[in-house]
């Protein structure tokens, strides 16, 4: 099975690291670079910075984990949303933004291929995580707003992107799709 991770970020990178020992193929989508701020909220090295972020996880990866992956060092769009999405036995969309999230939903409801949503409230006090069906994007309070910045909520991160790749895993496994509410007093799975 692949499983393509959508956003290397603050979730999707804690994910990719979690999800290492799955029997899965790993696809990691995202344009961005590696800044030197990213490091205190995201599973990068100091050797990363300036880097294309799917590039580097990969290459972290395969050097300390031993781990394939492919990596997809480009913006997903409508032109290239079948290249990246397609073949997939599971998407995470680990996306920030409600356009990138949207095209997600969009290609996976037409090709019926199961997708997890993951997200954390910008003030880092709750994060959730739901299969597609019981998702619905919406937008930020602000285009662009940074939600993981300065390693202000590294902890709730780790929890959320547990829970995320706890999830995925236990698809893999055996199918099952539970979701859940993360919040500081616990975690709601159902």
């Given amino acids: 099975m692949r499983v393509v991770i959508c956003g290397v970020g603050a979730l999707g990178s804690a994910v990719a690291v979690a999800c290492r020992n799955l029997d899965v193929s790993l696809r990691l989508v995202d344009f961005d670079r590696v800044e030197s701020k990213n490091l205190q909220s995201q599973a990068f090295v100091k050797q990363s910075v300036g880097k294309n972020k799917a590039q580097a996880l990969k290459m972290q990866l395969q050097n300390f984990y031993g781990v394939k992956v492919e ?37 996976v409801r037409e090709h019926a291929i199961p997708c997890l949503h993951g997200a954390l409230s910008a003030d880092g006090t709750y994060g959730m995580v739901r299969w597609d069906e019981a998702f619905t994007p919406d937008a930020e309070d602000a285009p662009g707003q940074p939600t993981c910045e300065n390693g202000d909520h590294l902890p709730f991160i780790g929890i959320v992107s547990s829970v995320l790749a706890r999830t995925a895993s236990e698809f893999v496994q055996d199918g099952s799709q539970l979701n859940a509410m993360v919040s500081l007093s616990g975690v709601q799975r159902s």
């Fill in 71 to 107: 990596a997809k060092g480009v913006r997903l769009a409508a032109g290239n949303v079948a290249e990246l999405l397609g073949g997939a036995g599971l998407v995470l969309d680990c996306f920030d933004n409600a356009a990138s999230r949207q095209l997600i939903c969009d290609y």
